[in-house]
């Protein structure tokens, strides 16, 4: 009785998200400049009744009652449903204001401070983000007696299940390797030949390119659309799933590797347990996993040579100023190895190491052992230690360079690499069920791998914990061997 | 205090209007084909919360409470809120759900039927249609004593302020002079050789086409978009403005028509005034007004002569295929008048007609004169009576052809025509002020036309009732002079 007025209460809040899902979407793909400040209301007004929603009185009476010595699934179930709860109710209403203020003074300066290259000016807002973040974490530690620091209350949030130990072990390890690895990547690759992408490369023809690659990879037409927005993202419901991608015309890789990313994101989402639809168990299980899927899509399959091999004639067939680059140009010029200031910009060798930095960094600050002003110097230091860039008083191109941290989102960075280190451990168990993969990828085909995909992970939900869900596909616990693994061989050995 | 707090209410409910609008609007122009269960979920939960808003207790209490002698925009704003709360407090819910039950099952039907041309299969579902608009209809008539007759009270939810008399009178004039005057039309316009639009008009062109016609008739794009859609519509709100059309590949003109269409409808409600948004004073006044700017933009300004003789060139300028079509041409197309079956298709001088025939017979239906299974043999009465064509035994093509009576939208179709009626008159005192409009309009000249209906009609909002807007602007009540004025000038004199 208890556990199906949650259920409701759950199911209802599930229709308010999908209102605020198609919203948003809306205001970064379709909206007009002029229509900002009535959605903005509109959506905040939403949010509210929302967390009104899931914030009840009758609520926490509910969990009370609430039989979680039931079967299984409810059991599990109710976990997740008190995990969004505990989320949301954990920080006085004060506090959630002050950080959303703070947040959005900090965020918006940030837009002017980091072309002008202000750090001065961006600290004097990002100090109080940061001693709103100490706050928020202190009291998400206090929430959860799973948790051991404040930094990991935050990483909870975007990592759930993936412990802190779990997340340092990972960085240890590839603070140990990659540094060492790019090194002899970047000699290994010195001596190719430069290929230049030239030529008129139109949008219309662009996007029927990136809508045959989402054929490719499955994607299904009828119940999802592709679009262009600002930065590419991945939003919508199963039966209706939203990507978005960008276009230059004087080249056509971005857009095409954006786009399988997006792909990836969508599949997962696409893919998840119907009969669970609206409910917190029936959900992604965390960013790690949901970035897995995005970069395995995006390069374990897309940017692999027998991908590759495949899609470079569809390549020509659209785009007329393609054809001077073979697929072996092209999978030369999507295996560029090249460390650079720009997170955003970085290929897969050198990913890692930005985020470890940014790690490193975000760790000490909530945990109290690092304060803002010294962002500048560790940043440069770190960034000449990983990568051999010197960033000293470049900090447009240095610290100033994400969103993340300008609004208090601690906490996030890691999933993009524990993202990375799945993908590459859940391709290769995938690759051990289906030995044959290169020659099938060879000939476009793709559905044994959304297959085996939808099987080990998408149906699963939140069903179990994302530990287990690892063990589950791959037989292990998130680690690096895979990862590692993975780069050396397409990189030094070029087998893949 | 009181009156603070209705003003709060409204301006939340206008929050979760604003997310229906644009979730509607998405559902129509951009979602996939599968995502139509979670969408529709989700607009009846917003639609849910909404009726909850204004039909709580305390909503009648502040009612009691607000002070109605207080200034006179505070008087009004109160009398519009308590117009809007009324309509939706005074049926019971159970009577809602019956009625949204026998509409959607009928509706349902009513999709394969028509093509069926089957009328009893149809007149099955549709009696229990019937019963219910009656009940309601007469649960109406109770809540208001303004009201005389319960098909009144219909005519109320969409014509408010336009009395019952008013419309009759409206009717009552036009059917004595336009049966007529089609034939003495038809006459006139035996003798013009037939005019053939052949060729291929991509879409992508018709776009640019229609969009430029927007900019000349003062649509700002950085405040609303143009999309295509099945069926062509305008929503949106004052800085986001959402106008569609739809495209054939073998003619543009229809395309154009309905774009200026909905551009007359946006332009109405991105006028209306920005200091009551949010507020019932604040929204359009009624059906009649809000359809007499979209046929004032489509019939009195895009296919007057001194405007298409400006636009041929454009049009010839987007649209290759076009050029053969002069402008003397293209204003003989787009006046040509020819009886049909169908209202939608039909030209300005008979839709009225089509109107009339359904205001005939839903008024007796409503008021319990009419039986459902009388429907047909009226039917084919009034249209032979009326436009010279027979429907016997062709119900598809005849009372089985429109929507609006399926879930029971009884007395909505007057408001065409009390717009088409409205339009000639608020357009005939615009030229009153503005003599040399037609010199204005050859030259492209609009602008003085929009300050012209923002000034008298669009910035008014509600603060006026229907007929107090319509002397205001015109100097009269709304009556027919103007509207069969019109038609003669255009049609027999060619004046315009």
């Known amino acids: 009785m208890s556990y199906q007025k949650l259920v409701e209460r759950f199911q209802q809040i599930h229709r308010i998200d999908h209102a605020m899902t198609f919203l948003s979407w809306d205001q970064m793909v379709m909206m007009p400049e002029r229509g900002n400040d009535a959605r903005s209301s509109s959506i905040a007004e939403l949010a509210s009744m929302k967390h009104k929603l899931l914030t009840a009185e009758e609520v926490a009476g509910w969990f009370d009652n609430a039989d979680a010595s039931a079967d299984n699934l409810q059991s599990v179930s109710l976990r997740e449903m008190q995990r969004v709860w505990r989320q949301a109710t954990c920080l006085p209403a004060d506090l959630v204001v002050a950080k959303i203020k703070a947040g959005s003074k900090c965020e918006h300066g940030w837009r002017t401070q980091r072309t002008a290259n202000d750090w001065t000016g961006f600290v004097a807002n990002f100090r109080e983000v940061v001693e709103l973040g100490r706050e928020e974490a202190s009291l998400r530690l206090e929430s959860n007696d799973k948790l051991s620091t404040p930094y990991e209350a935050l990483l909870d949030l975007h990592s759930s299940g993936d412990s802190q130990v779990l ?48 054929r490719v990879l499955g994607f299904d037409f009828s119940a999802g659309r592709l679009d262009q927005s600002m930065h ?29 990313h997006e792909v990836g994101h969508a599949s997962y989402e696409g893919g998840l347990p119907a009969h669970l639809e609206g409910l917190p168990v029936g959900a992604h299980r965390n960013m790690c996993i949901h970035e897995s899927q995005s970069l395995l899509f995006e390069k374990q399959i897309c940017i692999s040579k027998s991908f590759t091999g495949f899609f470079a004639e569809r390549i020509h067939k659209h785009l007329e100023d393609s054809k001077n680059i073979s697929s072996e140009n092209l999978w030369q010029l999507m295996t560029k190895v090249e460390p650079g200031y720009i997170r955003v910009e970085a290929d897969e060798v050198c990913y890692p190491l930005h985020v470890l930095l940014r790690y490193e960094i975000e760790s000490a600050l909530i945990n109290g052992d690092l304060e803002a002003d010294e962002i500048p110097e560790i940043w440069d230091q770190k960034m000449t230690d990983y990568l051999g860039l010197s960033t000293k008083g470049n900090y447009k191109d240095g610290c100033l360079q994400d969103i993340h941290w300008t609004d208090g989102a601690f906490g996030y960075f890691p999933s993009y690499t524990i993202g990375a280190v799945n993908s590459a451990q859940i391709f290769g168990a995938m690759c051990s069920d289906h030995p044959d993969w290169q020659s099938r990828f060879a000939s476009g085909d793709l559905d044994f791998v ?19 869900l690892m063990r589950h596909a791959t037989g292990q616990a ?7 693994g993975h780069l050396r061989a397409r990189y030094l050995e070029e087998t893949h």
């Open 167 to 214: 997340i340092d072990g990972v960085f240890k390890a590839l603070r140990k390797e990659l540094p060492g690895l790019l090194v002899e990547i970047r000699e290994h690759q010195a001596s190719r030949p430069p290929i230049v992408v030239a030529g008129e490369f139109a949008l219309a023809k662009q996007q029927a390119l990136c809508e045959e690659l989402m």
């Open 450 to 468: 959304r297959e085996w995909l939808e099987d080990k992970i998408w149906s699963k939900g939140c069903e179990l914990t994302s530990q287990e």
């Open 232 to 260: 590419p993202f991945s939003t919508g419901v199963a039966g209706d799933l939203r990507v978005t991608t960008r276009f230059r015309n004087n080249e056509f890789i971005e857009a095409l590797n954006a786009t399988a």
């Open 478 to 484: 998130t680690n690096t061997d895979a990862y590692l």
